[in-house]
C-alpha cells in the first residue's frame, strides 16, 4: 500500500523519501564528529532512550522538534540538516579540520556497498601515522 504525503506525492512501500535518508545520514555523522554517543544525545536533547538510534536508522521519521533539539545541543544552524552546498555557515566547526573530517564522515556514510566502504577505510587506515 502506497504512503500519500503532504505534498501529495505517493511513496510505493518500504522506501523512504531521499530527504529522510539525508537527514538521518547527516544527523548520524554530525553525531560520530562530534564525539557523542547516541545515549549522550538523547540525554543531553531531551529524547526518550534510543531515539537518535532509531532516527538515524530510519526506523522513526525526524520531525522539526528533533531537529530543533539537535542543533540547540550542538549550535548548528538548522540550515545544516538541509543544505546542499555542504557550506555551513553558523555552525559548530571552528576549524577547518573540524569540518573537513565531518564531510569525510559525511561522504564514506553515503557509499552504499560494504566491501568499497571496507576497502575504502583500511586504505585511510593504511595511509594514517601510528599513535
Known sequence: METQLATGLRVPPNTKPDLDIQLAT?????????????????????????????LERG??????IHLYRVCQL???????FYSSSGHYENTKFTTADELERH????????????????DLLELIQSLSPPD
Open 59 to 64: 526506523d522513526q521519521r525526524i520531525y522539526a
Open 103 to 118: 564531510e569525510l564522515m559525511l561522504n564514506f556514510m553515503r557509499i552504499k556497498k560494504p566491501t568499497l566502504r571496507h
Open 74 to 80: 550542538t549550535g548548528l544552524a538548522l540550515e545544516y
Open 26 to 54: 547527516r544527523l548520524k555523522a554530525l553525531r560520530i564528529t562530534l564525539g557523542i554517543s547516541a545515549a549522550t544525545m538523547d540525554r543531553d536533547a531531551g529524547f526518550n532512550v534510543g531515539t537518535i538510534g532509531r
